[in-house]
Nanobody
Framework: QVQLVESGGGLVQAGGSLRLSCAAS????????MGWFRRPPGKEREFVAA????????SLADSVKGRFTISRDNTKNTVYLQMNSLKPEDTAVYYC?????????????????WGQGTQVTVSS
């Protein structure tokens, strides 16, 4: 059974950077698109970024375009979220997830495996 484990969260000042990692178990990591979502305090979970199985297609939420980058290393079964120019409104629990398809979706209903999440807190 596929397990996803996020790491790299923490406390950072506004304007700072963090890189989140999501390590996946199992042999079929490269068959699936992957995504990052987040749940801000008191709000619904929202889409952040997605990447296709090969890494050739990426998509980002408008709120993070120009600041966040998603990438993956299929040799390491790992997907990354590089977050730059962080803002207090980026504070959330960040989750990685496996898309049931190959190209990445912004809808959480397309994702069938989820990590436990990692907390990111951005202070002003």
């Amino acid at each position: 059974q596929v397990q996803l484990v996020e790491s790299g969260g923490g406390l950072v000042q506004a304007g700072g950077s963090l890189r989140l990692s999501c390590a996946a178990s199992g042999r079929t990591f490269s068959d699936y698109a992957m995504g990052w979502f987040r749940r801000p305090p008191g709000k619904e979970r929202e889409f952040v970024a997605a990447i296709s199985w090969s890494g050739g297609i990426t998509s980002l939420a408008d709120s993070v375009k120009g600041r966040f980058t998603i990438s993956r290393d299929n040799t390491k079964n790992t997907v990354y979220l590089q977050m730059n120019s962080l803002k207090p409104e980026d504070t959330a629990v960040y989750y990685c997830a496996r898309d049931s398809g190959a190209y990445g979706s912004s809808s959480e209903y397309e994702y069938d495996r989820w990590g436990q999440g990692t907390q990111v807190t951005v202070s002003s």
